[in-house]
């Protein structure tokens, strides 16, 4: 005969069990929206007619941060904020999986109006490569960067300064007059990372020491061995 107790008990685990799994389900669909979001920005800027030397760059390129949306918005105080994934490669087609990584900046100035821009950033050096991964990243502070950006007003963009440690192409929609990088930061999301790849998951461990991999990164990877 079942036990009574035995009965209840089994019936709240499963109770719990399937109150949890929608959860989980959504954390993971987060994670893995943001990174095909970062695919089809990859794919937009490095096989898109505006960004020429976005493709010359990548031909000695150590990284890539892609930030598939960055809002930008706000009158005379002005912020940033947005997420994205940063990979590094080791061989001609040997990429990492990607690493969740925030970006967010505050400044104060004449801003008026909003923007939405979609970033890729090619790293070009070591020196950029470890700016980012070893602490929180300041532009500005650390490896040159030169912004290349294409939006309202613009049919194309390049650039002749090739030799900055990172490069950024930004396709963008709206206005923000007197917004720029000058100030932003990049910094490891590690509790996403976590949620994505399992417990202990950072971006070095990611991305520099290669221990994660999850098969919904498959198709960014495969991208992005085309470079």
């Not at 979609?118 to 070591?126: D, P, W």
């Amino acid at each position: 005969m079942l036990d009574r107790r035995s009965l209840v008990a089994g019936t709240a685990a499963a109770f719990l069990a399937s109150a949890a799994a929608p959860s989980i389900a959504w954390a993971d669909a987060k994670r893995q929206s943001l990174v095909d979001q970062s695919l089809e920005t990859a794919r937009k800027i490095l096989d898109g007619k505006d960004f020429p030397d976005a493709r010359k760059v990548m031909n000695d390129a150590r990284g890539v941060m892609i930030v598939p949306e960055l809002v930008q918005g706000g009158f005379i105080i002005g912020a940033a904020g947005g997420r994205g994934v940063l990979m590094s490669r080791t061989g001609r087609s040997d990429w990492s999986y990607p690493a969740f990584y925030g970006m967010g900046s505050g400044s104060v100035g004449l801003q008026v109006g909003g923007k939405v821009s979609e970033i890729i950033f090619i790293i070009r050096t070591e020196k950029g490569l470890h700016a980012i991964i070893d602490h929180k990243f300041k532009f500005g502070a650390e490896a040159g960067v030169t912004m290349v950006a294409v939006g309202a007003g613009f049919e194309g963009a390049s650039t002749s300064a090739l030799g900055a440690d990172i490069v950024a192409f930004a396709n963008s929609n709206g206005l923000f007059a007197g917004a720029s990088l000058e100030g932003s930061y990049i910094d490891a999301d590690n509790d996403w990372n976590a949620l994505y790849y399992g417990q202990g998951a950072t971006g070095k461990a990611i991305v520099i020491d290669r221990r994660f991999s999850n098969p919904g990164a498959e198709p960014i990877r495969q991208f992005m061995a085309r470079w």
